[in-house]
């Protein structure tokens, strides 16, 4: 089976099977009541690590398969046009405290629990691997491509509706005001008036915006390199 397309499609289920049989459903708090919250930590970070290279060494080994789509100049552009805004968003979101995040709990407490990029989405690196995903599918309609992307899409993007319903029912009430105040979709707090980009700029700070620019620009003149494609295809 090493080197298939059903590979790749089996190391797919494993890595989505890993998060959402595990963090997201009861076999998580008793995991964590049976040997603690920090080897929990470890031991499902270990295996989720597993699983995505396990994904990755099975997509680079894999034919790319039927072309399933092709979009021609619209796809090619894709990630050019959303790239920027997924690296600002996973910058943003791995740089920053989270309350929804591992050991950070306690910050639901925070009288302004909400401060700089969670101020546009309270799931910011979810979102951002979700962009990215979204992207790279446009830009390419091979069946491997769709396998590894589609699969990155669904855990990000499912993954943060599992993240909200988990915290819901770990959290309770403590996370009732922190879930009406940022949103779950980028921006949608925002039109309405719960939240304004002028503090959440202010927030992230310059630096953070000035490292998106370095890393959108390394993506574009290394990714050829790295990768073996261009960026910018057309």
Not at 26 to 38: D, F, N, Q, S, W
């Amino acid at each position: 089976m090493t080197g298939t397309l059903a590979e790749l499609f089996l190391a797919g289920m494993v890595l989505l099977a890993t998060h959402y049989g595990i963090s997201s459903t009861g076999l998580r708090p008793l995991m964590v009541e049976t040997i603690g919250a920090g080897p929990y930590r470890g031991l499902y970070s270990l295996v989720a690590v597993a699983a995505f290279v396990w994904l990755i060494v099975a997509y680079n080994a894999a034919p790319p398969g039927a072309i399933l789509w092709d979009l021609g100049a619209v796809g090619a552009h894709a990630p050019v046009l959303l790239m920027p805004i997924a690296l600002f968003l996973l910058i943003c979101g791995i740089s920053a405290p989270n309350p929804t995040s591992a050991g950070q709990e306690k910050r639901l407490e925070d009288p302004e629990p909400a401060v700089g990029v969670l101020r546009i989405t309270r799931n910011p690196v979810l979102w951002g691997i979700g962009l990215w995903a979204v992207a790279h599918l446009a830009a390419n309609g091979d069946t491997a491509s769709v396998v590894l992307f589609g699969t990155l899409a669904v855990l990000a993007l499912f993954g943060t509706l599992l993240l909200d319903a988990r915290q819901r029912r770990d959290r309770g009430a403590l996370f009732a005001p922190f879930e009406l105040s940022p949103s779950p979709l980028p921006m949608l707090a925002v039109f309405p008036g719960r939240q304004s980009l002028g503090p959440a700029l202010r927030e992230i700070g310059w630096i953070r915006l000035a490292a998106t620019v370095l890393a959108y620009g390394a993506l574009l003149h290394f990714h050829g390199w790295i990768f073996g494609v261009p960026a910018i295809l057309i």
